[in-house]
């Protein structure tokens, strides 16, 4: 009788198995829940990479065509949208732009594009920052853009000496397209050439080089 009573108290084979599945599962599900949490917002951090870039991409181009019109005339996606804005643009206006106006136009731009599209939350505004290089015959548009994130378990890194946050950053340069402007400088430098006198240096001392190669066309023909 006493055996029989301890047969039917004694916990099953199976009853020990799913009692060490449920230790396991306790154990490996946090991990697990980690790792998945951890892919994820990875994937929302390249998002943001991407969107910063693109947002920031987008606006070098547009404003490399529309630099050298009134910043407040135009639309930086739709260009000239009237005659006034079209206007806008004057004869060797790269010597008289007002760049810091226009610096503070397209910053508010690129935060406004990329806060509307953003999923996550940055710490902070976006950084930008925009150089107008003036080469006379050519000008260069460069725009550097940061934003920071804070990583999850922020106190955690921040107690081991690190700053918990995530920094990206992107930059793009493009060529102000201005095919008017081009020609009058490029024409400009050419009347220098020739009313100061350096063509006729410049053919003088390149006759004998013009002459060497004449006579090698010459004998290949």
């Known amino acids: 009788m006493m055996r029989r009573i301890q047969e039917m108290t004694r916990p099953s084979v199976r009853e020990n198995q799913k009692g060490a599945m449920m230790v396991e599962y306790a154990i490996i599900f946090p991990f697990v829940i980690l790792c998945v949490c951890v892919i994820v917002y990875m994937g929302l951090i390249y998002y943001q990479q991407a969107l910063?870039?693109?947002v920031v991409s987008e606006n070098a181009q547009n404003w490399a065509l529309l630099w050298g019109y009134d910043a407040g005339r135009i639309h930086s996606a739709e260009g000239i949208v009237g005659r006034e804005a079209y206007e806008s643009e004057a004869l060797?206006?790269?010597?008289?732009?007002?760049?810091?106006?226009?610096?503070?136009?397209?910053?508010?731009?690129i935060e406004r594009q990329f806060l509307y599209r953003s999923i996550i939350k940055p710490v902070q505004d976006v950084k930008v920052d925009i150089a107008y290089r003036n080469y006379l015959v050519i000008q260069k548009l460069n725009i550097h853009a940061s934003v920071s994130y804070s990583l999850p378990a922020k106190g955690f890194f921040?107690?081991?000496?690190?700053?918990?946050e995530i920094s990206l950053k992107t930059c793009?340069?493009?060529?102000?397209q201005?095919?008017?402007e081009f020609i009058h400088n490029i024409d400009y430098l050419l009347q220098l050439y020739d009313e100061t006198g350096a063509r006729a240096w410049v053919e003088e001392k390149c006759e004998p080089l013009v002459k060497s190669l004449q006579k090698i066309k010459d004998y290949l023909n």
């Open 178 to 180: 201005d095919p008017r």
């Open 158 to 164: 921040q107690s081991m000496g690190l700053s918990g």
């Open 92 to 109: 060797y206006w790269n010597l008289f732009t007002d760049v810091n106006k226009k610096n503070e136009y397209v910053r508010e731009t």
């Open 172 to 176: 793009c340069e493009e060529t102000i």
């Open 52 to 54: 910063l870039q693109s």
